[in-house]
């Protein structure tokens, strides 16, 4: 799904003054029904982001740290069995995953002699069962799983949808007889940033050359699709020449204006790929 500009700001308006529930995106597919619900999601999940990372700051002051700790207390306290923290996170407009993190954090500071480490606190998000109190446990735990953009459940989705796509992908490159070569393969001679696949031998997709494909699980919007040119997309230009990025949930249209620099911009796997030898696969 390809959005102007002014199609994806009105979408990324609607979503300013809404939490970010799955009610939210129930009522923003209500508003677009023209936009498919993966696309929606994408939108949703990448402005609440945005918003997280403006706002982050706020929310790990001492004092801040201190308020939402002994209103923790004094919640359970009243009702343990009471979605404390999931409440108390989208009051204050943050993650609740985030949200658990703060407070499992000053627990355990609270409780052990030595400041946790991160790997200890990501083991215990990703299982609560290993926290060692039931009550903020089951808190941690329905944090996790109300949110639908931060925390271990949603990035183990993430993982396996883009991992997805690149099975997508290569299939429809076996299915054209298209040589190429993986990530894995490229890693095993030697490369360290590389794309998804690169063409053994080079395609014309629309008249542009193409050396390369990269599968972004994705909707390209300006702010994603500037850091992936600047850590990514430059990079295999100038190794690998010229390439193509398939965003399969859509982009932004006036961030495709680098065509002629050797970069293409699609929303799926092109119909029109000419081989070398004139033919269209």
Not at 116 to 142: F, T
Not at 146 to 175: M, Q, S, W
Not at 201 to 227: L, R, Y
């Amino acid at each position: 799904m390809i959005l102007t500009k002014a199609q994806y700001d009105e979408i990324a308006q609607c979503l300013v003054s809404v939490p970010p529930t799955r009610q939210s995106l129930r009522k923003l597919k209500q508003r677009f029904p023209s936009q498919s619900q993966a696309t929606l999601l994408s939108i949703f999940s990448q402005e609440y982001q945005k918003h997280i990372k403006r706002t982050h700051g706020k929310h790990h002051t001492l004092e801040a740290i201190e308020n939402y700790y002994q209103r923790y207390l004094n919640g359970v306290v009243k009702n343990g069995a009471a979605p404390v923290l999931l409440e108390l996170a989208n009051e204050v407009e943050y993650a609740p995953s985030l949200m658990a993190r703060i407070i499992l954090e000053r627990f355990l500071q609270e409780h052990d002699e030595t400041p946790p480490s991160k790997s200890v606190i990501n083991s215990m998000l990703r299982d609560p069962s290993q926290i060692p109190d039931g009550v903020l446990a089951n808190q941690v735990y329905q944090c996790i799983v109300n949110d639908c953009c931060y925390g271990p459940l949603v990035d183990c989705i993430k993982h396996a949808i883009g991992h997805e796509h690149e099975v997508l992908l290569r299939d429809l490159l076996l299915e054209k007889n298209l040589s190429f070569l993986d990530e894995d393969q490229l890693r095993a001679k030697g490369y360290d940033k590389t794309p998804d696949f690169i063409l053994q031998v080079p395609v014309a997709v629309e008249g542009h050359i193409i050396h390369w494909i990269e599968s972004k699980a994705s909707f390209g919007d300006e702010c994603s699709h500037h850091a992936y040119l600047h850590d990514q997309f430059w990079s295999y230009w100038n190794r690998f020449g010229p390439g193509l990025v398939i965003y399969w949930y859509g982009f932004i249209q006036e961030l495709d204006c680098n065509r002629e620099r050797g970069i293409l911009l699609k929303a799926c796997f092109p119909t029109d790929i000419v081989t070398l030898c004139h033919g269209t696969a």
